[in-house]
């Protein structure tokens, strides 16, 4: 469908949308049929004596709730080389890496077709509402965008991140030019050898283009703001590449030179352009939109643990909206974005019925753990309560936690939109306190406003207990844009204390079993160091979410963090 069609019709497909969403339970039913149908010889559904039946309420009964653990023995046999139907009807043809920073380890995930098609299919429908909001015409995107290593498992399948096989899925090129204006980057940058050299190549092409780029975008804000922040170290050097036409040296793969060469021409006119426009800039803010005159606006996930880089984002940003990218995992997309308009502080997700069978285990505080969570239907959610969100996909994987928790806004039709709230794995957990991701997010963002007066940012964040002395205490890890006066800094230490407002961390704190929280400093670039920790692991940049807590199994992380520490303060906020 997506080959024929090649004008992008954008009311056609929000069309589509609403049809969808208002029949959304019939449509989840006929998901799941279709799901368990083309599926039906697998080992695994076979297992749970299933017998070919495809309705809900056997599926509930006969199929358990798992986690990613549960089927690694699956996987293996599947990365083994083993093609017999195991977890789907037809043979897997490509294995996903996670992104391995949620959890400390890359997970091995199904992948195939259907879910290179569910990936259109969510591309295009976020695109519509988006485009009818910010038409961007014909021009050309600057998009971040990076391929990880690909490898062959023992059984030969090619491995790599989900956003690698998408890229580099026969189809990707075709069915994006009829819903995404193009990369101004050529492919050589994209699935360069070196992100530094892709990096760096990919902010000269938009130089380059710079008349054309209507939208800047990344997969992940990080990868934006880390973007900018290279340019504004090497934006001179960029300036005498294209005044001469000669690439910098340091950019030494020879596929990405070549491609390279095709494109850069002595240009001293734009040179001079571009050296005008930085220099006659404040702290950088608004350069994009000064780089780049016709940008419309700014591209990518912005929710959840990409949150506290909305400051520096909107830095670069200046006045162009930030429009947030959708909801979805290695597993498998989940929902779009149809309210482009929303800051991300507010956005949320409509759910897409049709490309996987979704159910909510409901979290309120009042429900007490030990009983067998009872999931709930796409359409059963209520709004206001927070919900582990569970999937069942096209790639086999069958009544899946993903580990999410989410909260329902409201509904697009009769499907939910939901808000991403963060990972449900608690975290920060030392003895009967519980704190989430969100929670330290929270707490940071406490101890940044502190800082506000001496001009400093936060420039990223993590967390640790340390156990080696009793009672253990909450450590944690902060990398600043500049130098903070000691007072000052003592003070982010008792902020950051006091914002965890659990009860049980506060009691713990008042009776002492749990020793005063501490604050490290970290030297500047730690983070940095990270990012190239998880590349040189095979991680890839356009999935990379900083890790918030580093448990104590992580060797080589606490390693690099703790040798990098410059100044440490513990909290005297309970004394
Ligand atoms: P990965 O499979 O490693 O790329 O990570 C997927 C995870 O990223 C999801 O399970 C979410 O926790 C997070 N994620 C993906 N999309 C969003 C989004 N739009 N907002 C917030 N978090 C997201």
């Not at 005044?243 to 793969?253: A, C, F, H, W, Y």
């Not at 009967?432 to 997010?441: C, F, M, P, R, Y």
């Not at 003070?491 to 020793?515: H, Q, W």
């Amino acid at each position: 469908m997506l080959e024929k069609m090649e004008k992008f019709d954008t009311m056609k497909v929000i069309n589509e949308f609403e049809e969808l969403t208002k029949n959304a339970e019939q449509v989840q039913r006929d998901t799941l049929r279709r799901i368990l149908e083309e599926n039906a010889e697998a080992e695994y559904l076979q297992e749970l004596g299933i017998n070919a039946r495809t309705d809900v309420e056997t599926f509930k009964q006969c199929v358990p709730l798992v986690t990613h653990k549960d089927l690694e023995h699956y996987m293996q046999r599947i990365m083994d080389g083993d093609n017999s139907p195991i977890l789907t009807g037809k043979p897997l043809p490509n294995i996903s890496l996670s992104s391995g920073t949620t959890q400390g380890k890359p997970k091995f995930l199904p992948f195939n077709d259907e879910l290179f098609e569910n990936t259109m299919q969510i591309y295009q429908t976020s695109f519509a509402y988006r485009n009818r909001e910010f038409p961007i015409g014909n021009g050309k995107g600057l998009l971040f965008i990076y391929s990880s290593k690909h490898f062959k498992t023992k059984g030969g399948l090619s491995a790599g991140t989900a956003t690698t096989n998408v890229f580099r899925h026969p189809q990707f090129r075709t069915s994006m030019k009829t819903i995404q204006s193009q990369s101004c980057s050529p492919d050589e940058v994209i699935f360069g050898s070196d992100f530094h050299q892709s990096l760096y190549c990919h902010l000269l092409c938009g130089l380059l283009h710079l008349e054309e780029v209507q939208f800047v975008s990344s997969t992940f804000a990080h990868s934006l703001v880390q973007a900018f922040q290279t340019f504004e170290l090497v934006w001179e050097d960029l300036c005498s590449d294209i005044r001469d036409g000669v690439l910098n040296e340091s950019i030494t793969d020879p596929n990405i030179r070549a491609a390279m060469a095709r494109i850069l021409k002595p240009n001293p006119q734009l040179a001079d352009t571009i050296h005008g426009i930085c220099s006659g800039l404040s702290k950088w803010y608004g350069l994009i939109p000064k780089l780049f005159p016709n940008a419309k606006y700014v591209y990518g996930i912005m929710t959840g643990s990409m949150e506290p880089y909305l400051k520096q984002l909107r830095r670069y940003a200046g006045w162009l909206p930030l429009v947030c990218a959708d909801y979805g995992a290695s597993e498998g997309w989940i929902a779009a974005n149809v309210n482009p308009r929303s800051p991300p502080e507010s956005a949320t997700f409509a759910v897409l019925p049709n490309i996987g069978y979704f159910e909510f285990i409901p979290l309120r505080d009042d429900i007490i753990g030990g009983f067998e969570p009872k999931p709930v239907g796409l359409t059963e959610v209520k709004i206001g309560e927070e919900y582990e969100i569970i999937v069942t996909t096209f790639a086999g994987l069958y009544r899946y936690r993903l580990g999410d928790r989410v909260k329902i806004m409201g509904f697009h039709n009769k499907t939910p939109e939901l808000k991403f709230v963060c990972r449900q794995n608690l975290m920060l957990s030392i003895n009967i306190d519980k704190n989430t991701e969100k929670d330290l997010q929270i707490a940071v963002e406490e101890a940044s406003k502190l800082l506000v007066s001496e001009k400093i940012e936060v420039i990223d964040f993590t967390s640790h207990i340390d156990k080696s002395k009793d009672p253990a205490h909450y450590v944690i890890f902060l990398e600043l844009s500049g130098d903070a006066d000691e007072n000052v800094l003592k003070e982010c230490c008792n902020a950051l204390d006091r914002a965890f407002v659990d009860p049980g961390y506060m009691g713990s704190r008042k009776i002492r079993t749990i020793g005063p929280l501490e604050l490290r400093v970290l030297r500047k670039g730690t983070f940095h160091k990270i990012l190239l920790h998880y590349l040189s692991m095979g991680a890839a940049v356009s999935q990379f979410k900083t890790p918030r807590f580093v448990g104590i199994n992580n060797k080589a992380l606490l390693q690099i963090i703790c040798s990098n520490v410059v100044k440490s303060y513990f909290s005297t906020a309970f004394e």
